[in-house]
């Protein structure tokens, strides 16, 4: 890469549009005091992006604008812009040439513009340092501070080391990523607190997930169950029904026939009790009885005549007649006949017997007793009179009774003939009611089953209306489900009808518990709860993917910033030893022996020193030895030597890793002859790597110089420049 020209316009005292070009490896600027030489280092400094306003002699950007003169007007903006020769591609843009601008307008507004596009400083920046043009301005020694290096602290040494063995691209990618790294745990902070905010909601979510998922287990099991019942409880009512239908059909023909045999024989026997003379048997016993209550009130009063007559035979004598022997042994022979069978009578003849041999007894007893007369009050004839009366009453009832009794007799003998007849019918029929109450019985115990069976088959269609509610509709297909034996064998209809009930019983208690757990479960509809812990689980796990993607990044980013670190480290130390190399060499030059040296120190940064755990900064320290003398410190170094100190250390940077380009304003203005001449020959091995632009007054370095630019300001105030001959600039720098 090599600097083609510097355009200046309104910075300051370059008020108009000033170039230079740089075709020489080196180009010195001569002209006397105040022209504006320093203005134009700076205006490298500017445009290479420095922000110290200070460095550029400045306090604000408005310094940088040309402030005006009474000839010419003050200017509202300025700029630099610098070109640069890219075919080695040193600067990181696929251009041959690259310009960057800089302009500030006097509001402090900076513009920066590389090859015509606006661009941001960080962008300038990245673009120089790959060029090894960094910001600490190494390259660029401003008058006065050529020991600016040596008076710097050993960090902001480092730094410019850092900067000078172009280590400024490790430094801007390990800031880079320390930045990213430190944005990293920031992010990762953040998708925490969201994590565990949302932690809570999801633990809650997925609490009513697992109950949700139990309640579905349950209810597979549930519907496992039901379906297993309903199958089973379906076929069982089936068989049943068809068992039934057929165990009712032989009882209900029997019955039926029964029924017909039954009429049919009440028929018979109907027929055959008519014929008995109900009407008349009882006619005669109603007459029998009559009779008999007649015969009775007749003997009653017969005996209270009696009495009549005995008391009326008390009072006076009565005269014994005595009967003769032959109607003696007739009455007793009649009492003996009418007594010698008797044992052979049923009791209705005993009766009549009795009766007769009671007339027969009192007829004899009557004609024993002479006929009563009146005694006392006793109209004994009228009362004998009653007696014989009702005697003859008696007696003619007595044989009516026995008519009636023989009539009767004879009646029921008759009715017990007929009544052998019906006797077998009445068997029959007996038989037949017996066995039709034992067919309604079991028809009875039957239609109990039938009834039963109705009962389990309505409560078969309301468990399948409560399944349905439960386990929806795959209930609907109980029908198709295989019930298998404890060997996984499908069982046939026989086999599950035949199962006792007990077993069925059991299944739905175990079910009945199942819903109880089921609606304890409470898990109800959780459509909205499911769709919800999706979502957060969702964004759960996009947090702690996004955890997982931060991670990796934190982790290959503490790799990245410990390679850099090691990488800066690595290099920092052989640059250095490089350095110290150079800088002992230039050194000795420069002094006629002696040494100097760098060496690496470690200090605790200066906001953190009380924090032992940091880890150190490292630091660069400088170390000299002049000959024939002892030195106690840097600070009892002459103006001169420190001067000569800082350029070879200056040297000794550009010459281990060249800078494109080196601007030294006046770094010269404190040696002596012999020593401008060694300078001379440092600048001339210098530009062999890197271009150098030297502000001088003195002759050796301008005679080094393959351009030479004179820089005079005029009355208006405004510097301007001039290709000069080395004759004419030595005139000037005279
Ligand atoms: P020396 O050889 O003494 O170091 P020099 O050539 O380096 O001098 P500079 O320091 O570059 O001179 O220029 C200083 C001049 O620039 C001063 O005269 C100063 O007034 C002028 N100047 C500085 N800033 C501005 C500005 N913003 N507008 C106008 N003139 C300015």
């Known amino acids: ?136 301005g190494h390259h660029i020694i401003s008058q006065g501070e050529a020991d600016r290096i040596l008076s710097a602290s050993p960090r902001e040494r480092r730094e410019m080391l850092e900067d000078a063995l172009g280590l400024t691209a490790y430094l801007y990618k390990k800031v880079d990523a320390e930045k990213k790294l430190e944005k990293t745990a920031e992010n990762v902070r953040e998708v925490e607190s969201l994590r565990r905010e949302l932690a809570p909601h999801l633990k809650f979510l997925r609490a009513q997930v697992k109950k949700f998922e139990e309640s579905q287990k349950l209810r597979d099991v549930l519907a496992e169950n039901y ?105 007793a022979e009649r009492v003996e006949k009418e007594s010698e069978d008797i044992v052979l009578l049923d009791s209705e003849q005993m009766k009549h017997r009795v009766i007769a041999l009671t007339i027969l007894a009192k007829e004899f007893l009557r004609r024993i007793v002479h006929p009563m007369h009146e005694v006392g009050t006793y109209d004994t004839h009228e009362l004998l009179e009653k007696k014989l009366a009702l005697e003859r009453e008696a007696e003619d009832s007595q044989s009516e009774e026995s008519r009636i009794a023989d009539e009767i007799a004879a009646l029921r003998a008759d009715a017990d003939g007929e009544k052998d007849a019906s006797r077998e019918a009445e068997r029959e029929l007996y038989m037949a009611m017996s066995r039709r109450s034992e067919l309604e019985t079991a028809m009875a115990r039957l239609h109990a089953r039938e009834e039963m069976l109705a009962r389990e088959e309505s409560q078969l269609k309301s468990e399948i209306g409560d399944a349905a509610f439960l386990i929806g509709r795959e209930v609907a297909g109980y029908a198709e489900f295989d019930v298998c034996d404890e060997g996984g064998s499908a069982l046939s209809d026989a086999d599950i009808a035949d199962e006792p009930r007990v077993r069925q019983e059991d299944r739905l208690k175990k079910i009945e518990r199942m819903k109880i757990r089921l609606e304890e479960s409470g898990a109800g509809n959780q459509s909205e709860v499911l769709k919800e812990h999706a979502e957060t689980s969702e964004r759960d796990e996009f947090l702690a993917h996004e955890l997982a993607d931060l991670a990796a990044s934190e982790a290959s980013l503490r790799m990245l910033i410990a390679e850099l670190t090691k990488t800066l480290e690595t290099r920092f130390a ?143 105030g405004v510097s301007k420049l001039l290709s000069v001959r080395f004759e004419d600039a030595v005139a000037v720098a005279k």
């Open 1 to 136: 890469m090599r600097l083609q020209s510097i355009e200046l316009s309104g910075f300051k005292s370059c008020a108009k549009k000033t170039r230079l070009e740089f075709s020489s490896a080196i180009t010195s600027i001569v002209g006397p005091n105040g022209s504006g030489k320093s203005n134009l280092a700076e205006s490298f400094r500017f445009v290479l992006g420095e922000q110290s306003m200070k460095s550029m002699r400045g306090k604000r950007g408005e310094d940088m604008i040309w402030n005006g003169s009474p000839a010419v007007p003050r200017a509202g903006r300025a700029s630099v812009k610098l070109v640069f020769d890219n075919r080695d591609r040193a600067l990181n843009l696929d251009f041959d040439e690259v310009s960057l601008e800089r302009v500030v307008n006097r509001d402090g507004n900076n513009e920066y513009v590389l090859n015509g596009s606006p661009v941001r400083l960080r962008d300038i920046t990245e673009v120089l340092a790959h060029a090894n043009i960094g910001a600490s």
């Open 227 to 331: 379906l297993e019942y309903l199958k089973r409880e379906s076929v069982y009512l089936r068989v049943s029904k068809e068992l039934l239908a057929e165990e009712s059909d032989e009882p209900k023909q029997e019955h039926s026939a029964f029924a017909g045999r039954i009429a049919q024989l009440r028929a018979e026997l109907a027929v055959q009790q008519n014929n008995i003379t109900d009407g008349e048997l009882a006619r005669l016993e109603d007459e029998s009885r009559a009779v008999a209550l007649h015969r009775s009130t007749a003997v009653r009063d017969l005996g209270r005549i009696e009495g009549e007559l005995a008391a009326a035979e008390r009072m006076h004598l009565s005269v014994r007649e005595s009967i003769p022997a032959d109607e003696a042994r007739e009455f």
């Open 574 to 716: 052989d640059g250095i030893k490089k350095i110290n190399v150079e800088f002992d060499s230039f050194f000795k030059l420069m002094f006629g022996g002696g040494s100097a040296g760098l060496s690496i120190v470690r200090e605790l940064p200066f906001r953190k020193r009380t924090d032992v755990d940091e880890a150190v900064e490292e630091g660069v320290d400088v170390s000299i030895s002049i000959p024939h003398k002892q030195l106690k410190g840097m600070h009892m170094l002459s103006g001169g030597e420190r001067a000569l100190t800082s350029i070879a250390l200056i040297f000794a940077m550009s010459q281990v890793n060249p800078p494109p380009f080196l601007i030294l304003d006046e770094t010269d203005a404190a040696l002596d002859e012999a020593n401008s001449r060694r300078y001379g020959d440092m600048i001339g091995n210098l530009a062999r790597s890197s271009q150098l632009i030297v502000i001088t007054h003195n002759r050796e370095t301008m005679s080094r110089a393959g351009i030479l630019y004179g820089v005079t300001m005029g009355r208006d």
